[in-house]
């Protein structure tokens, strides 16, 4: 017998670092909650160790993190390389904040999926996920 | 004559009725959802005695000569890396026109932290200046007079260790207590409902700033002890409405509290500010600063009794939103923060802070930040408008707007006073909610085209170049973090330790904590030590989150 | 199209690859202590896959079941900060805790804010807390099937205490008693209404009673009123009979860490009475019959959507006729075929 139930996608959503701006991404939350998905918004103030963790724990596919202090060129590798530690690349790592292009570029480099700038409309940042976990028949 | 008044109005209906609109399908509501008519007229004055400036309850403005007695103050926001950088920035300012200093802090200030805790890593200098001790701040502050300016601190849960910074250079400099000017934020409220910058939970919280409004109250008296402000709750996502509501609402709770510490309302009233959001919404804004005085005015006369005027008078600075800028097409970004400082300026604002255009991005520029200032130079000395004081009193519609700003924010209060006062209110999640809320409909709006960022959702341009923007030293961070660590070895270390463990007893007991939290800071504690000791004796807050 | 499309319904070991688990290795993992076994074990069991059971089998002799305790309450109870004092509570007695909290999905886009585990920060890193957000997902009875699996695998784990967590909207009350051993209400003074309000159901579900926010005016009313009802309603275990479980009210200030110890306690208390009762018993024989029963049903509604989308001449007659039962009771009479 084949699973009965299908299974939303799950994703982590938090903010690491000291920066507790959360208006996006408590906005985003909600779009991903009404676009389908399991939303597990973990809050602030997290490191890289507890979202890596929770998403083991949660079994999630993807964590979405929110960074507006500046510090996202320390705190977005620090997550890769604890999914690294954690054996679990498989989880896909999305991001917003206050990221400059250059440093999307390098962040792309090392594992970071995709980076949202402000004014993305929520339709794009849903969208990309779909295109990345598609319904299959 | 008046049958014929009432006919033409009718027939501009009829008109109007029989016209057709537009159909780009966009809001012809405010920002914060206010309905509005096409047209105000003078059925829409409400009927009461004419006001006045520098009148009771002051809608038209606190001073009676306005912007014709003295301008605002221009008083940009800024610092960033190190101290020494932003000592340069400031003299830079100030040779070229700025009229006061305001202090931006890194987040690891912020958050009570020395730059060598583990989870400052990667946060040092991005969003302000790293002040870790007495030393910094003397290296901030070298070479500038505090006798004779006046500086704005934005701080908040470890706000009372800045001011006792400030005050030992000062102290060094010479300059006594007494003699210092300026404005520490000092809005723990706040960071509970909107910015997260809490540390200790209310109760202690409230307590440090009670000490500090009563610390200043005699030995600081110039000194504006705290900044209730708006901004950070309307940059959240809240409505102009709530903006007005919720600051106001905090504002009580902290006299309430001042009271119940045992303070007379006239020794510390007039030494509360405020801090509030310029909008892109025009009217609205101005509506919003005129009804924030008329109801300060009203509670601190009829509902706490104040008998000085100057307690009835509620000051404030206002800074453009920076949630209205886009990264996007940014040279817009001067044209929106002109509007909104206009609007602020028509408000009646004390002093104001206008973005620059690249500050979606990261820390402005010299050159960005210099035209921020340059457009308040503009409206002072071109447009004409401070030439009269508060010239849209008796617009029909600035005057409708006004009253509804007012109604609506009392449908507030009334809430807020059921849900048991502030305190209770954050417990319960109420404001944040609010806020959520509304932050998720303006998106939605956004979304569906029913209201527009130009640039953003309507009018692009494909393939922008990329903008020039300022980059913070990465080496910075490993120099700071060798400052304090060389500022610990220095120290006599007995002295140091003395004054912490004092600092601990009496934060365990109730004396006012601003004379032990001096001695810490003159015995060159680092930040992150003071507040560890704190947090040892109050502990630390999670909030309930609510999405 | 919205609320579909993002459910993976693939089997979830096509896109785990590399270093990551696969099936042979799940057991392995599992055993071994690995969490994202765990984890993914969870998973396949709210996905009714029915490869859990294999996983169950292999697993299953590490004979060990936990504690399951249940916490129910209205929103702004203060649920959660209990949950996470009861945490801290069994830490400090060197208790491995696993927690389950669920909050309803969206019935319309089957999408959930699962906000749960933010409350509970502090056991973050902790390696003997195990914390699982499950959505509700709105299936009927969908979510007590899941968690009866889900502590099965707690407990092969080796977890020593199961929490289970559950706003009190709709039927998850009712879903929690069916599958904790002790279930425990929370109410606050701020029930608005007052006790008479509480939703029916309430009151004989409950194993223990919390009013939290004790320190809040008007909870010796809620306490009161309880205790008033309380006496003119029939203990849970047995109608009447002395040595019935009078179930106890408890005040806390959860946010103070106040009272707990009393509610577990209480909760312990009530373990015991099941036991020397014979009631434990009777209710695990019980539970599982009842299991089994809406397994069946699971089984038997699959077989039937099943056969209605594949014989059109069946769906056809049906819609026709309209004869739900007479239909209904033609596709289980066929052989159970593939």
New interface residues.
């Given amino acids: 017998?084949?699973?009965?139930?299908?299974?939303?996608?799950r994703i982590i959503v938090a903010k690491v670092g000291l920066d507790g701006h959360d208006r996006g991404v408590k906005v985003v939350?909600?779009a991903?909650?009404?676009?389908?998905?399991?939303?597990?918004?973990?809050?602030l103030r997290q490191t890289p160790?507890?979202v890596v963790?929770?998403a083991?724990?949660?079994?999630a596919?993807v964590i979405g993190l929110s960074i507006h202090s500046g510090a996202h060129m320390t705190l977005f590798p620090a997550v890769v390389e604890e999914l690294r530690r954690?054996?679990?690349?498989?989880i896909t790592v999305f991001g917003g904040g206050i990221i400059p292009e250059d440093d999307i570029v390098a962040l792309k480099k090392q594992g970071v999926a995709q980076i949202f700038t402000p004014g993305t409309p929520l339709a794009e940042i849903v969208g990309w996920?779909?295109e990345r976990?598609?319904?299959?028949? | 004559m008046k049958v014929r008044a009432r006919d033409a109005k009718q027939a501009w209906k009829e008109d109007f009725e029989a016209s057709s609109g537009r159909d780009d399908g966009i809001e012809t509501s405010t920002i914060s959802g206010i309905p509005l008519r096409p047209l105000y007229t003078s059925d829409d004055l409400p009927r009461r005695d004419e006001e006045l400036p520098g009148q009771f309850p002051y809608t038209r403005g606190i001073h009676t000569s306005g912007y014709r007695g003295r301008l605002w103050t221009m008083r940009q926001f800024s610092g960033f890396a190190t101290a020494e950088e932003t000592n340069r920035r400031y003299k830079y300012l100030l040779a070229n026109g700025q009229t006061g200093l305001s202090v931006a802090f890194d987040m690891p200030t912020l958050m009570g932290q020395d730059s060598d805790a583990p989870t400052s890593r990667g946060e040092i200098g991005h969003c302000g200046v790293a002040i870790d001790s007495l030393a910094d701040m003397e290296t901030l502050f070298d070479g500038i007079p505090l006798g004779e300016i006046t500086t704005s601190m934005t701080i908040n849960s470890p706000a009372a260790i800045l001011l006792c910074m400030y005050i030992a250079v000062a102290e060094k400099q010479g300059v006594p207590a007494s003699g210092l000017g300026g404005t520490l934020q000092n809005d723990i409220l706040k960071e509970f409902i909107a910015q997260k910058e809490f540390i200790f939970p209310p109760g202690p919280s409230m307590r440090l700033v009670v000490d500090s409004i009563e610390y200043c109250a005699k030995e600081v008296p110039k000194w504006n002890t705290i900044s209730i402000s708006g901004y950070h709750i309307r940059e959240a996502g809240s409505t102009a409405v709530q903006e007005l509501a919720f600051t106001l609402a905090d504002g009580m709770a902290y006299v309430d509290a001042c009271l119940e510490r045992g303070m007379q309302i006239d020794e510390f009233a007039s030494r509360l500010s405020f801090f509030f959001d310029a909008h892109i919404d025009f009217f609205e804004e101005i509506a919003k600063f005129r009804a924030a005085r008329r109801i300060w005015a009203r509670w601190m006369r009829e509902r706490y009794g104040a008998q000085q005027e100057r307690s009835w008078k509620l000051r404030f600075h206002t800074q453009t939103a920076g949630v209205s800028l886009t990264a996007q097409q940014p040279e817009l970004n001067i044209a929106r923060t002109a509007l909104e400082a206009l609007a602020a300026v028509l408000g009646g604002t004390q002093s104001l802070h206008t973005n620059a255009m690249d500050e979606v991005l990261a820390l402005p520029t010299d050159k960005s930040s210099r035209l921020a200032l340059r457009t308040q130079q503009l409206i002072a000395y071109e447009t004409g408008v401070a030439n009269t004081v508060d010239p849209l009193g008796g617009s029909y519609f600035v005057e409708a707007l006004t009253d509804e700003m007012e109604r609506q924010a009392e449908v507030y209060f009334k809430r807020i006073e059921e849900l048991g006062g502030v305190i209770p209110a954050i417990e319960?999640s109420f404001f944040q909610k609010e806020i959520a809320d509304a932050a998720f409909r303006y998106q939605q709006e956004l979304e569906q085209k029913r209201r527009l960022m130009v640039g953003v959702n309507e009018f692009t341009v494909e393939d922008e170049p990329p903008m020039e923007i300022l980059r913070i030293d990465p080496r910075l961070e490993a120099e700071q973090v060798a400052r304090v660590r060389e500022v610990r070895r220095k120290r006599d270390a007995a002295r140091c330790s003395r004054a912490l463990g004092g600092l601990k007893k009496a934060a365990a007991g109730t004396e006012n904590l601003m004379p032990y939290i001096l001695e810490a800071v003159r015995a060159y504690a680092t930040e992150g030590e003071i507040m560890q000791s704190l947090i040892e004796v109050f502990g630390i807050y999670?909030e309930?989150?609510?999405? | 199209m919205?609320?579909?499309?993002?459910?993976?319904?693939?089997s979830p070991y096509a896109?785990?690859?590399?270093?990551?688990l696969t099936d042979p290795d799940l057991a392995a993992g599992f055993r071994a202590g690995d969490?994202?076994a765990l984890?993914?074990a969870?998973?396949?069991v709210?996905?009714?896959?029915?490869a859990v059971r294999a996983l169950e089998q292999q697993v299953r002799d590490h004979g060990a079941t936990s504690g399951v305790v249940g916490f129910t309450g209205a929103p702004?109870s203060g649920k959660?900060?209990l949950v996470d004092g009861i945490v801290h509570l069994l830490r400090q007695k060197d208790m491995s805790v696993a927690v389950l909290a669920t909050d309803p999905?969206?019935p319309f886009?089957?999408?959930?804010?699962?906000?749960d585990?933010?409350?509970m920060?502090?056991h973050?890193?902790d390696p003997k807390v195990?914390?699982?957000?499950m959505?509700a997902?709105g299936?009927l009875g969908?979510l007590s099937l899941a968690t009866r699996e889900a502590i099965r695998l707690l407990g092969a784990f080796g977890f020593d205490q199961v929490v289970l967590e559950t706003v009190g909207v709709g039927q998850s009350e009712l879903e929690v008693a069916a599958v904790a051993d002790t279930t425990v209400v929370v109410l606050t003074p701020n029930q608005g209404d007052g006790v008479q309000m509480i939703k029916a159901g309430i009151l004989e579900i409950a194993d223990v009673f919390v009013v939290n926010k004790a320190d809040i005016e008007g909870h010796m009313r809620v306490v009161t009123e309880l205790r008033a009802m309380l006496s003119l309603s029939s203990p849970r275990s047995a109608a009447g009979e002395p040595g019935g479980w009078k179930p106890p009210i408890i005040t806390t200030v959860a946010s103070r860490q106040e009272g707990l110890d009393r509610v577990w306690e209480a909760v312990l208390a009530h373990r015991r009475h099941l036991e020397t009762s014979g009631l434990g018993r009777l209710l695990v024989e019980q539970r599982l019959r009842d299991e089994t029963a809406e397994v069946a049903a699971?089984?038997a509604r699959?077989r039937v959507r099943r056969a209605l989308d594949e014989d059109h001449t069946l769906a056809g007659r049906l819609l026709e006729e309209g004869t739900p039962y007479n239909t209904a009771e033609e596709i289980l009479d066929r052989r159970a075929g593939r």
């Fill in positions: 017998m084949a699973p009965t139930a299908v299974r939303p996608v939350a909600r991903l909650r009404d676009a389908g998905y399991e939303v597990i918004y973990t809050g160790e507890m963790d929770a083991l724990q949660e079994d596919q954690r054996k679990a690349t498989d996920l779909r976990f598609p319904e299959s028949d | 319960a999670t309930q989150a609510v999405v | 919205a609320w579909s499309s993002c459910w993976d319904t693939t896109s785990w690859a590399s270093e990551n969490i994202r984890a993914r969870i998973s396949l709210e996905r009714r896959d029915p702004g959660s900060t999905n969206s886009t089957g999408g959930a804010i699962l906000g585990r933010i409350r920060q502090r973050a890193l195990y914390i699982r957000s959505g997902r299936h969908g699971e089984i699959e």
